[in-house]
Each structure stands twice: as structure tokens, then as C-alpha cells.
């Protein structure tokens, strides 16, 4: 069922959310939105999976919705965790995502 909250929130995350420093688009949705999205990425980044599980139960969008909408420094959540060697937390994404075998690529 959808509350009105949650239809919201999937709304302003459907849009595309660019996290970088010189945001020019911060204002177009709510602060507490924004510092909650910002705190997933940097879970994603972080290579912890309870961080990134409290990041996104924080927002409260589950991460098949964050993968689909939220964009870090340009990238999807995936690609950015695989940038960024988190390889754990890329595993955990792409499992909770139902990602195909193809999409983790190796280290160099």
C-alpha cells in the first residue's frame, strides 16, 4: 500500500539526484532527503554493509528504489561502489538488486 509519504519520496527520488559538492539543484527537494541520500552514498563508498543497511532504512526507501533512482557523483549506486573499491558493499547491491553475474567487474 502507498501513503503519500512514501509516493513522495519516490517522486523526488525519481528525479535525477546528482550528489556533488557544487550542487546547484540542493533546494528542489527536502534537506532531510538530501542528507540522507548523501549518507547512502558514503555507505556505499565505505564498503560496510550495516552502514549502508542504516543508511537506507534511514530514507525510508528500500534499495531496489535508491538503485533505480539515486545517482553518486554521477554514477549509479553500483558503478560507484565498484569505483571505489567497495567491493562488499557492491556484492551486497547488486544481490539486493537482482544484478546479473556480468556487472561486478574485476580489479585491476
Known sequence: MFTLRRVTQFALLGMTLSLTATNANAGSYPKELEGSLIAVCKAVKSDSRIKL????????????????????????????????????????????????????????
Do not use: W, Y
Request: glycine letters at 8%; proline letters at 2%; hydrophobic letters at 40%.
Open 53 to 108: 543497511h542504516r543508511a537506507v532504512k534511514a530514507t525510508g526507501l528500500d534499495i531496489k528504489e535508491l538503485h533505480e533512482g539515486l545517482v553518486c557523483n554521477g554514477q549509479d549506486m553500483l558503478t560507484f561502489a565498484v569505483t571505489h573499491d567497495a567491493s562488499k558493499t557492491a556484492q551486497h547491491i547488486a544481490r539486493r538488486v537482482n544484478a546479473g553475474p556480468n556487472v561486478l567487474t574485476a580489479k585491476r
